[in-house]
């Protein structure tokens, strides 16, 4: 299984951006998959998970700015973001896996840098 992330940039606090994880070697369709993220010096954290059973699920920092979807044609997951804030500078990844069990795959993509300034 392989992922690749992409869409990060560089953006003024209070913008958007649109991150996109390319799944190949499975089929998303069926699985819950969710975006996490990881800060300079701080730990991996949950962002959004999405799934057939449960919707989509978010972390309170990420209720009512970002949004998670999927393309199941295209196998690719996507989280739209806006209102971007500094402390949303961080590394973002996809990885499989629901709420409560988290990410399930070992081998993690290269993530995609988003950073916001002030």
């Known amino acids: 299984v392989h992922m690749m992330e992409s869409g990060g940039d560089w953006v003024q606090a209070g913008g958007s951006l649109r991150l996109s994880c390319s799944v190949s070697g499975i089929e998303i369709t069926l699985d819950p998959w969710g975006w996490y993220r990881q800060a300079p010096g701080s730990a991996l954290e949950k962002v959004a998970i999405i799934s057939i059973f449960h919707g989509a699920s978010y972390a309170s920092f990420a209720e009512g700015r970002f949004t998670i979807s999927r393309d199941n044609s295209a196998n690719t997951l996507y989280l739209d973001m806006k209102n971007l804030a500094v402390e949303d500078t961080a590394t973002y990844f996809c990885?499989?896996?629901?709420?409560?069990?988290?990410?399930?795959?070992?081998?993690w993509g290269q993530g995609t840098r988003v950073s916001v300034a002030a």
């Open positions: 990885n499989k896996g629901d709420w409560w069990s988290g990410p399930e795959l070992s081998d």
